[in-house]
C-alpha cells in the first residue's frame, strides 16, 4: 500500500520531489494507514460473511436491523428541543468535584436536600442484562444525549466491574479508549467504577503496586468514583483498593457487600456485622461509604434499618446503596434507603432496568414524588429511554430472556450478573432441566464454603463448585468425603488456598486441607504480601519489543491485569484493526449481498462498503474471496472458510 500511495502522489509523480519528499509529506502514511484499516475492516466483514460472527454467547441475530435513532431532547418546562452543542445549564455534579476536590465534594452531596440517583446502564445494567456485551459505539452515540439528559445526577457508573475484561475479551475493544472517548463527551457528570479492591478487576489479588498503577491510569484517564469493595468484605483486601485511590486523588467509595438477608434469624451476615464492618471502613478513611446489595437480598426493611443505623451512628457520612431488582423489591429498597439517610442510590436507564438489573429510574423517582428531591428531571429521563429500548432490540442475541422477577434470590442468593449468567449457561448446553439442579447445588456449595459473601470472584467460586456438583452428579455428602481427590475447578482451589483473601469465620475446614492436600499451600495472610511487586520496566521492555515503541501505560495496565486477554486482543487488531468504529448491526450479522454500509474509521475518514459477492470455496485452500466496493472501487479479500 505504501508503494501504491507514492506512486499515485502526484508531487512524486512529477518528479518534484527531492530527498526530504517522505518526511514532508506525512499524508502519505496516512493514506496507507486508512487503507491498512479499510483492509483490515474488509477481512473482519469477509470473515463474519463467510462463517458468521464469533462472538462468544451471541444466540441468533439482532432484532434492530436500522440505525438507532437518537432522541431528541426538550427542555422540561418550554418543551422547546434542547441543542446538544450548548453547554449544559446548569453545572453538574462533576464541577462542584473538580472545583472543591473530594472531600469537599462529599460534603456538598451530604448537605443535599434530598437523594441522589447513579444511573448505572453503561456498567451494571448490561453487565447483568447483556452478558456486558454493549459496545463503545453504542455508548458514545448516545453520550452527548446523556451529558444533557442526566446533568443532575450523582454519576455515571460506566467502568470496571467484569465491563473491562469482556471490551478485550469479547468485543475486541481497548476499554481505556472507551473512558477517554465517553470522558470527552461528558464533562459534567461524575464518572464512576467498580474496583475489586485488592483483584483489580481481575478475578484473584494482584501485587499492590498493580493495583496502584492501574488505579492511577483510571484516573488520569476519566474515573471520578470508585467504588472498592472486596467480596469477602476482607478489611486487609479492601485496604488495598482504598489506598491506591487516595493516592490517585480519586473519590473513595469503600464499600460493605450485602449478603442474604439479614433479617432472618441465625444469619452469619447479621445488622451486628456489618456494623462492625461499616466501623473499619470508617476508620480506614473514605469520602463515601457504599452498601452494595449485589444479588437484591436487601428487603427494604432491612435497607431501612441498616441504613438508619448508620445514619444514626454516622450523621456525617455520605452513603451510597446499589442494589439488583432480581427480586423484584428494588425500587422499594431504595426508597427505604433514601428514606433512612441514603445520599445517593442506583438505578439504570427504564428500558435496562429490573430483574438483574437495577431498579428503573423513572419508577424511583416516581416513588419520591413529593417525599424526596433528586435533581433528575423525569421527562428527560423518559426521553432518553427511548434510545435503550432499541438497545434491548439491538442486542437482543445476548439476552437471557428472563420472564420475571426471582424471589427465590432470597433462598438461593445469586448476584444479578451471576444469575443471569448461570441461567444463559443452562440453556445454551440444553440444561434447562439442571438449572433447577444448579440453583439448588449453589445453595450446597454455599454452605460447604462456610457460606460466603457472594460476589465476584467469591460468587464464581460458589458457581464453579455448584456447577462441578452438577456435572459430577455429587452430592455434599460426596463432596466432603472425596474432596482430596476429586479435581476441583481452578476458582475453588485459588479460593481455598487463600488467593482472595480470608472469609469472615475463617475457612471450611477439615474441607480446606483435603481440597488442597499437597497441591497449593496455604495462605495466613493477604496474597499480596506475597506477590512479588511488578518490574514496570522490564514489563514495557517487554511489551515494546513485541507490540513497538506506541505501548502507553495503560496497555502495560491491561497486560498486567490479563496478560492472555490482552494478546490475544492484540492479536485479532492486529488482523481486524479497531473494531470499535464498526456499528453494532455489522460486528455481529453479515451484510446482505449488495447491502451497503458505512463507517467512520477515522475523524473525517468514511467508508462506504457494499458486499459484491462471495466466491466459490476453493478445495485446494478451504478459502473463499469475497467480494466488496469500497468508496466506490472493487476490493477483495481472501476468507478460511470455518463452516
Ligand atoms: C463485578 O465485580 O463485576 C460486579 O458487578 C459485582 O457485583
Ligand atoms: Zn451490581
Given at each position: 500500500p505504501f508503494l501504491l500511495a507514492l506512486l499515485t502522489n502526484e508531487t512524486f509523480i512529477s518528479g518534484?520531489?527531492?530527498?526530504t519528499f517522505i518526511d514532508d509529506t506525512p499524508s502519505l502514511f496516512q493514506m496507507v494507514s486508512s487503507q491498512n484499516r479499510a483492509t483490515k475492516l474488509l477481512n473482519y466483514l469477509g470473515d463474519v460473511a463467510v462463517n458468521?460472527?464469533?462472538?462468544?454467547?451471541?444466540?441468533?441475530?439482532?432484532?434492530?436491523?436500522t440505525d438507532a435513532s437518537i432522541p431528541t431532547l426538550h427542555d422540561?418546562?418550554?418543551?422547546v428541543p434542547i441543542d446538544l452543542d450548548t453547554p449544559v445549564q446548569?453545572?453538574?455534579w462533576r464541577q462542584v468535584l473538580l472545583e472543591v476536590g473530594p472531600e469537599q465534594f462529599a460534603k456538598k452531596v451530604r448537605e443535599f436536600n434530598g437523594t441522589l440517583i447513579t444511573d448505572t446502564t453503561w456498567r451494571d445494567a448490561h453487565q447483568s442484562l447483556?452478558?456486558?456485551?454493549?459496545r463503545t459505539v453504542d455508548l458514545l452515540n448516545i453520550a452527548p444525549t446523556t451529558s444533557h439528559a442526566l446533568n443532575?445526577?450523582?454519576?455515571?457508573?460506566?467502568?470496571g466491574g467484569a465491563t473491562f475484561d469482556v471490551s478485550m475479551r469479547?468485543?475486541?475493544?481497548d476499554p481505556w479508549a472507551r473512558l477517554r472517548k465517553l470522558r470527552e463527551l461528558v464533562p459534567n457528570i461524575p464518572f464512576q467504577m467498580l474496583l475489586r479492591g485488592a483483584n483489580g478487576v481481575a478475578y484473584s489479588s494482584l501485587p499492590d503496586n498493580a493495583i496502584d498503577q492501574f488505579v492511577l491510569q483510571a484516573k488520569e484517564n476519566g474515573v471520578d468514583i470508585f467504588r472498592v469493595f472486596d467480596a469477602l468484605n476482607d478489611l486487609d483486601q479492601l485496604r488495598v483498593g482504598v489506598e491506591a485511590v487516595k493516592k490517585a486523588g480519586g473519590v473513595v467509595e469503600a464499600t460493605v457487600c450485602y449478603s442474604g438477608d439479614?433479617?432472618?434469624?441465625?444469619?452469619?451476615?447479621n445488622l451486628e456485622y456489618y456494623l462492625d464492618v461499616v466501623d473499619k471502613i470508617v476508620d480506614m478513611g473514605t469520602h463515601f461509604l457504599g452498601i452494595k446489595d449485589m444479588a437484591g437480598t436487601m428487603k427494604p426493611r432491612a435497607a431501612s434499618l441498616l441504613v438508619g443505623s448508620i445514619r444514626a451512628k454516622y450523621p456525617n457520612l455520605p452513603i451510597h446503596v446499589h442494589t439488583h431488582d432480581s427480586a423484584g423489591t428494588g425500587v422499594a429498597s431504595m426508597d427505604a434507603a433514601a428514606k433512612a439517610g441514603a445520599d445517593v442510590v442506583d438505578a439504570a436507564s427504564n428500558a435496562m432496568s429490573g430483574m438483574t438489573s437495577q431498579p428503573s429510574i423513572s419508577a424511583l423517582i416516581a416513588s419520591f414524588e413529593g417525599d424526596v428531591n433528586h435533581g433528575l428531571s423525569e421527562s428527560l429521563v423518559r426521553e432518553l429511554d427511548g434510545y435503550w429500548a432499541q438497545m434491548r432490540l439491538l442486542y437482543s442475541?445476548?439476552?437471557?430472556?428472563?420472564?420475571g422477577p426471582d424471589p427465590e434470590v432470597y433462598q438461593h442468593e445469586i448476584p444479578g450478573g451471576q444469575l443471569t449468567n448461570l441461567i444463559f449457561q443452562a440453556q445454551q448446553l440444553g440444561l434447562g432441566e439442571k438449572w433447577l439442579l444448579t440453583k439448588e447445588n449453589y445453595k450446597v456449595a454455599n454452605q460447604l464454603l462456610g457460606d460466603l459473601v457472594k460476589v465476584t470472584p467469591t460468587s464464581k467460586v460458589v458457581g464453579d463448585l455448584a456447577q462441578f456438583m452438577v456435572s459430577n452428579n455429587l452430592t455434599e455428602e460426596d463432596v466432603i468425603k472425596l474432596a482430596p481427590e476429586l479435581d476441583f475447578p481452578d476458582s475453588v482451589l485459588d479460593f481455598m488456598e487463600g488467593l482472595m483473601g480470608t472469609p469472615y469465620g475463617g475457612f471450611p475446614e477439615p474441607l480446606r486441607t483435603n481440597m488442597l492436600g499437597n497441591k497449593r499451600p496455604k495462605l495466613d495472610k493477604r496474597p499480596g504480601l506475597f506477590l512479588k511487586p511488578i518490574d514496570f520496566a522490564t514489563v514495557r521492555e517487554e511489551l515494546v519489543s513485541r507490540y513497538?515503541?506506541?505501548?502507553?501505560e495503560c496497555d502495560i495496565a491491561s497486560y498486567i491485569m490479563y496478560p492472555k486477554v490482552y494478546e490475544a486482543y492484540r492479536k485479532t487488531v492486529d488482523k481486524y484493526?479497531?473494531?470499535?468504529?464498526?456499528p453494532t448491526r455489522y460486528f455481529l450479522k453479515a451484510l446482505e449481498i449488495g447491502e451497503e454500509m458505512v463507517v467512520?474509521?477515522?475523524?473525517g475518514k468514511t467508508l462506504i462498503i457494499k458486499l459484491l459477492a462471495i466466491g466459490e470455496i476453493s478445495k485446494k485452500t478451504g478459502t473463499r474471496e469475497v467480494f466488496f466496493e469500497l468508496n466506490g472501487e472493487m476490493r477483495s479479500v481472501t476468507v478460511d472458510d470455518k463452516t
Open positions: 518534484n520531489c527531492w530527498t458468521g460472527s464469533s462472538i462468544k454467547g451471541q444466540v441468533g441475530l439482532p432484532k434492530l436491523t422540561p418546562i418550554t418543551g446548569p453545572r453538574g447483556l452478558a456486558t456485551r454493549l443532575g445526577a450523582f454519576s455515571l457508573e460506566c467502568w469479547f468485543l475486541h475493544e439479614m433479617l432472618k434469624p441465625g444469619k452469619k451476615y442475541c445476548f439476552e437471557a430472556d428472563l420472564k513497538g515503541s506506541g505501548v502507553t484493526g479497531d473494531l470499535s468504529v464498526l467512520d474509521i477515522e475523524q
